[in-house]
């Protein structure tokens, strides 16, 4: 789970990473106002939960409070990555001498921490180290060893940093380690810390990554305002909506709404989709044994979503059986109505009984039963996920 840039910054400072001065503002006449009272230029920083921000336009200097205004204005009316910029991080601009680069993250490979410095900084890590891996050095650690001054300090020299900065700099690493520990990050990284013309080190970018399943250890970050989002972009409103009804769905951006019977059968009706020309709207998972209020449910999210033209349903009753199933999409029609075309197949576990139970309700309630087209084990789930396309593409 991705951190704003000044959501980081203010972590790092509070474990002494110097970083500049800086304030959040929400519109153009509060970034003219920041400037004013600075009285120095600025740099303007969109906050969005996306990489590439400066290639996309996300980043502008101002030399006065005028300016500032103007190019908030500018950034306000970005979308980077389809998310648009509602805040924006204001900075004193500082005068740079260097730039280097430091970060902590996890080497899946071989099961470390792996902490890594570069002497460019600004740019892409994964780059310079394809491109010139020379320029590259890490150090990897176990999980619960502790990083020594004398190991931070020796990956400063290696950076070529010289006298009294070498201890200042061993201090940032090792803050920076104390950091990702402390909050169960995944990453942590200040690129680029910049040598100042004045001979300081600061944090100029921060970005962080935490472990959201660790969320519930850290109240800490839960006063500052974080709370579980993606890694890329805040989370949706119906995605909310779902995490409080501890349903896992992520919205994406296609228009044909998948009601699946677990993780896995969500991946392959995805998959499907795809393969005959379709978009999915979301990935959803309804967990093993899910009861009928929470299939009802799940079907809200799609049947409400605009962005849906058509429903494709598939289950594979094992733990989890077609009878409920078929209760909970009954309960769904007879408290919602279906307002789009549906697609649903059943096989496995007590498939029959849904059947029977589908047949029931449809024979008491002919018309809510309208948009939907109901096959078991002997249509192929191809054929299913076919017609959820041609459905869609009809709309």
Not at 174 to 199: H, M, Q, W
Not at 207 to 220: G, Q, Y
Request: hydrophobic letters at 40%.
């Amino acid at each position: 789970m991705r951190l704003y840039e000044y959501e980081a910054k203010k972590l790092f400072s509070r474990d002494g990473i110097p970083v500049p001065q800086a304030e959040i503002v929400k519109s153009p006449e509060d970034a003219r106002n920041f400037a004013k009272k600075s009285g120095k230029p600025v740099v303007l920083k969109a906050q969005v939960l996306s990489g590439g921000r400066g290639k996309a336009g996300g980043i502008k200097f101002a030399l006065n409070p005028e300016e500032a205004k103007e190019k908030a204005a500018e950034l306000f009316s970005l979308k980077i990555k389809g998310f648009p910029v509602e805040m924006i991080l204001l900075e004193e601009k500082v005068d740079v001498e260097k730039e280097l680069y430091v970060g902590v993250t996890i080497d899946r490979l071989n099961y470390k921490l792996v902490i890594i410095v570069c002497t460019e900084g600004g740019m892409e890590i994964e780059e310079v180290a394809r491109k010139s891996p020379e320029k590259v050095k890490k150090i990897n650690l176990d999980i619960d060893e502790k990083l020594y001054q004398f190991q931070a300090q020796s990956l400063v020299k290696w950076l070529g940093v010289k006298g009294e900065q070498i201890r200042n700099v061993g201090n940032i690493i090792s803050s920076l380690f104390k950091v990702f520990k402390s909050y169960d990050a995944k990453l942590v990284e200040i690129n680029p810390l910049i040598l100042t013309r004045k001979g300081e080190y600061i944090a100029c970018d921060a970005r962080m990554s935490v472990d959201d399943d660790a969320l519930f250890r850290h109240k800490e970050l839960s006063e500052m305002g974080i709370e579980k989002r993606h890694e890329e972009g805040e989370m949706t409103q119906r995605e909310k909506k779902a995490r409080g009804w501890e349903i896992p769905y992520v919205d994406l951006d296609g228009d044909i709404g998948m009601f699946p019977g677990g993780a896995g059968f969500g991946i392959m009706g995805n998959d499907f989709i795809h393969y005959f020309g379709g978009k999915p709207a979301n990935f959803m998972d309804s967990g093993g044994g899910p009861t009928p209020e929470r299939l009802a449910q799940m079907l809200i999210l799609l049947d409400e979503n605009p962005q849906v033209k058509a429903i494709f349903g598939a289950r594979f009753g094992g733990i989890s059986r077609c009878d409920d199933f078929a209760k909970g999409v009954v309960m769904f029609l007879k408290e919602h109505g279906l307002s789009k075309p549906m697609v649903l197949r059943m096989t496995g576990n007590m498939w029959q009984e849904g059947v029977r139970i589908f047949q029931q309700a449809e024979k008491e309630n002919p018309e809510i039963f309208r948009n939907i087209e109901i096959h078991g084990i002997e249509t192929p789930i191809e054929e299913i996920a076919k017609r959820a396309v041609e459905l869609a593409k009809k709309m």
